[in-house]
Every structure is written in C-alpha cells, then in structure tokens.
C-alpha cells in the first residue's frame, strides 16, 4: 500500500506560491502542485480563469462565513472534497499485503 503513495511523482508534492489580487488586496497563496493542478480544472470546468474561481470562492465564504479565517487550507479541503466526489474507482492495492491494523488492536 505505501507503494501507491510513495511513488507518485515528486512534482505533485512539491509547493509553488502564486501571488492574486482578491478583493483589491494582493496576497500570496502557497499549496503543492497538485492542489494546483486540481483547482486549474475545477476552473476549467467552471468556465472561469483560475484568479476568477478563486476570487468567487473567496467571496462566498465571505457571504456564508462574514471571514475567510485559513483561505489555503480552505483550498486543500475543496480539492479533497472535489476529488472524493469525481473519483471514478477506488486505488487498487497489492492484493496479499498484510492487512491494514487499526491503532486499537
């Protein structure tokens, strides 16, 4: 099992910090690459740039919250979420590997 996390590729983890304007504030976010990668497409699918999906996000969590308390954590669950739900098939993992304990056994 640890084969299918251990071997993704290194660029997936590795974090950039992109600097946008939301709100009239300039302000830097920093998430790994596949986050990136995740809300570039979620994006896409909106029809909008990512500066634009971002930006309308920001806003209805303002609307909904009155804050935006952690805007890039924030940005990791709506990938998570994002991702749970368009996951076509569970990963498969090595079949005959010791199971998996749970920490109270």
Request: glycine share 4%.
């Amino acid at each position: 099992m640890c084969r299918l996390f251990a071997h993704q590729p290194q660029r997936d983890y590795e974090s950039q910090t992109r600097s946008l304007r939301i709100g009239g504030h300039c302000t830097s976010i920093r998430l790994e690459m596949s986050f990136w990668d995740t809300l570039e497409e979620i994006a896409g699918k909106e029809d909008m740039s990512l500066a634009k999906f971002l930006t309308k996000l920001h806003n209805e969590v303002l609307d909904h919250h009155g804050e935006v308390k952690n805007f890039a954590s924030l940005l990791r669950c709506s990938c998570l979420i994002y991702r749970s739900r368009n996951a076509a098939t569970a990963p498969e993992f090595h079949v005959g590997a010791a199971p998996i304990m749970d920490a109270a056994e």
